[in-house]
């Protein structure tokens, strides 16, 4: 049985009704009296419903074709995402990362003609150098994941995001 005291609360909609249906549009609010008949009405109210079911509604409902918003990985992921000192941290990251390469002197570093870092000073940055590395791959991941990769409002449509891809990936050469 179609339940036909249905009120959904909006802004204000125009929907054009005939005579024949008992559909009432008012400043906000739309009485849908007529069940199946007014089946524009229906299928706002269905969308709408639909949008608020969704935990981030600033995110699209699926990525890769099969990760949906309450996907436990992609849930976590939004969670982290939104949570106001993932951003916080990365900024901190990003100034740690400053001060490392300030800090790094490669030729000073280098005893005779060998290559290798053999110092403890150089060494801590070395390993202070793929902490943030790993912590940057993660970061994209995530965001990666939580926001997809391609189309609006994903991962690569914002110009920082490229820019920080471009970087990570660049990254993985260093590792070698």
């Known amino acids: ?20 249906d008992s559909c009432i549009c008012e400043a906000g609010r ?10 524009l009405s229906d299928l706002y109210y269905l969308e709408e419903r639909e949008e ?10 699926k990525v890769f074709c099969c990760l949906r918003q309450a996907t436990p ?18 900024m901190l990251i990003i100034l740690l990362n ?3 390469l300030a800090m790094y002197q490669p030729c000073a570093y280098n005893t005779g003609t060998s290559r290798k870092c ?6 801590s940055l ?24 391609f189309g609006k409002g994903a991962y690569l449509a914002e110009s920082w995001n490229r820019l920080d891809c471009i970087i990570v990936l660049t990254g993985y050469d260093h590792i070698k």
Not at 4 to 16: A, C, D, E, Q, R
Not at 52 to 61: G, I, M, R, T
């Open 52 to 61: 608020n079911k969704l935990p981030f509604p600033d995110f699209v409902e």
């Open 73 to 90: 990985i992609r849930y976590q992921c939004l969670k982290l995402m939104t949570w106001p000192w993932f951003e916080r941290i990365s």
């Open 1 to 20: 049985m179609i339940n036909k005291n249905i009120l959904h609360t909006s802004l204000p909609t125009v929907v054009n009704i005939s005579n024949r």
């Open 118 to 123: 053999n110092t403890v000073f150089c060494i």
């Open 98 to 100: 400053c001060i490392t």
């Open 30 to 39: 739309l009485f849908n009296a007529c069940g199946s008949s007014c089946v």
């Open 126 to 149: 070395q390993a202070t150098e793929s902490f943030i590395f790993a912590f940057f791959t993660m970061e994209m991941c995530i965001k990666m994941i939580a926001m997809g990769i």
